[in-house]
């Protein structure tokens, strides 16, 4: 028997319509002979709300998580009186989604009274979300003679205490599937987990990042040796680039994990960055399908790169970042200053998205998000402040209001002149690249560009992309 780990977002579970489709997509695989572990994300919105709730909560707002409360309760109420016949285990769900907002609004009382909300109420707040989907999913699946049972994953997945992006512990994660969920499976149950969320040893939620429920799908996969992940969302798959920035955007049929995972790193939000990790080991093939389009056969993620007469298959891009440079005439030479660099950075909590040393070695740049640019500043001059004084190094400069734009595709590898192809380009749409950087996989080149010429540049890249399939512009 095969089986099947179904990842579905937000959209594919955002309204009762879409929650009957993916009761259909889950019972019908079911009715093929197929287990199938159900891994689903909150409503749309839900996080976000939710995440206003408790910020609102920490500036007095009452009213604000009290509404939102309402509106929680409004939303999954009328999925379930319209998929869900009465019945007293109707009453005892409705019972539970009760509970669980009691506590949300509980935890949001808390915070306003200390008018502070830590990372970790932050997380728990944020954990209703998905808590309430997957008891909704589940009733509609029973509904439907499916044995369905909710569970929150911080039962199985256990990660470290960084709050809002924390790191799974696979051993004990493993162990807690093998002891708890397998045996659940072998009754032939259909587990229906929550994305995005884990708990600590300690029994307190964690949450994986925003967008992590796909990363869950994978941890799950990975966990339980599924022979499939399948990650259903809002598009057809896996595609040349943004549909909402360029419309001709066309789905890929096949892209290798490497180039996905520069994908998702640069900013394509279909999969989270972290998704190929769990799965890549295993070489377990994961698949990209649209909820609302079933006949499309999506985009198929798997261990090879193929041989395709595209050499740049995709473009991403990434705003509200900093290009931070350090430079000084003393530095010529001298060994460890970037390493401390970054080592400085990262302990300010700055995640760098990309790195570019200019041969003289006078200076170096990278790129972090807006929301970490000063503190690392701040921490890198507090490393090197004897340089500094000894005017070996002039300090860190930062710049704000630039984007990445990211080529992807395994084929640049082997062809000679794309990056000055891609240059010209840029240079014919008078972008000016500040930057540029290759990933170390070497099916990356990154540029860094002024925020403003950000959709020009992805545009003009994307045109490359689409000429080497033979569509013109
Ligand atoms: P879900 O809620 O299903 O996880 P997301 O909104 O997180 O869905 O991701 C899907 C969205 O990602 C699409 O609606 C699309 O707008 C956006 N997207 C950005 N880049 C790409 C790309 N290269 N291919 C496909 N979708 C992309
Ligand atoms: N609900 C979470 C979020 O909005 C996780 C996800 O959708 O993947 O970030
Ligand atoms: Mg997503």
Request: charged share 15%; hydrophobic share 40%; aromatic share 0%.
């Given at each position: 028997m095969s089986t099947v780990t179904m990842k579905f977002g937000g959209t594919s579970v955002g309204s009762p319509e879409a929650i009957a489709t993916v009761a259909d997509i889950i019972s019908s695989e079911i009715d093929n002979g197929t287990r199938v572990i159900v891994v689903l994300s909150a409503m749309s919105g839900v996080t976000d709300a939710l995440y206003n709730s408790v910020r609102e909560a920490a500036k007095g707002n009452r009213w604000a998580y009290l509404s939102c409360s309402q509106k929680l309760r409004d939303r999954h109420e009328e999925v379930i009186n319209l998929l869900v016949r009465p019945s007293k285990a109707r009453d005892a769900l409705m019972a539970d989604i009760d509970n669980l907002l009691k506590q949300h609004v509980e935890l949001c009382e808390a915070v306003n009274i200390l008018g502070e909300a830590t990372p970790r109420i932050i997380d728990a707040v944020l954990s209703f979300g998905e808590r309430l989907s997957t008891r909704v999913v589940a009733a509609v699946l029973r509904e439907r003679g499916v044995q369905a049972q909710a569970f929150d994953a911080g039962e199985f997945v256990i990660t470290d205490d960084r709050y809002g992006s924390a790191n799974p512990q696979w051993q004990e994660t493993q162990a807690r599937v093998n002891g708890s969920l397998r045996p659940v499976l072998e009754r032939g149950v259909t587990p229906v987990l929550t994305g995005f969320l884990g708990a600590t040893r300690d029994r307190h939620p964690t949450t994986l990042g925003r967008g992590g429920s796909d990363f869950s799908g994978a941890i799950f996969a990975a966990a339980t040796d599924s022979d499939e992940l399948i990650i259903w969302t809002d598009v057809d798959g896996v595609m040349t680039t943004d549909p909402r920035i360029d419309p001709r955007a066309r789905v890929l049929p096949y892209v290798s994990y490497t180039e996905v995972g520069e994908l998702a790193f640069y900013g394509?939000?279909?999969?989270?960055?972290?998704?190929v990790q769990p799965i890549l080991a295993r070489g377990i093939p994961l698949r990209v399908r649209n909820t609302f389009n079933r006949e499309a056969p999506g985009t198929l993620i798997g261990p090879n790169s193929e041989q395709s007469?595209?050499?740049?298959k995709a473009v991403t891009s990434v705003r509200n970042v900093s290009l931070l440079t350090v430079s000084g005439k003393g530095m010529i030479g001298v060994p460890g200053i970037a390493g401390r660099t970054f080592l400085a950075a990262a302990n300010a909590g700055a995640n760098i998205l990309m790195i570019s040393q200019a041969s003289s070695e006078q200076n170096f740049c990278f790129v972090v998000i807006d929301d970490h640019a000063h503190e690392a500043k701040a921490a890198i001059e507090n490393e090197l402040s004897s340089e500094i004084a000894r005017q070996d190094v002039d300090g860190v400069d930062v710049l704000s209001g630039v984007a990445i734009v990211t080529t992807v595709g395994?084929?640049?590898?082997?062809?000679?002149?794309v990056a000055g192809r891609v240059f010209t380009t840029m240079g014919n749409h008078g972008i000016n690249v500040i930057a540029i950087a290759q990933g170390a996989s070497e099916c990356s080149i990154s540029f860094v560009v002024e925020e403003r010429d950000l959709e020009a540049a992805v545009i003009a890249l994307h045109d490359l992309a689409l000429e080497s399939v033979g569509v013109t512009a």
């Open positions: 394509a939000k279909v999969l989270h960055p972290k998704t007469s595209m050499v740049i395994a084929g640049m590898r082997g062809t000679p002149g």
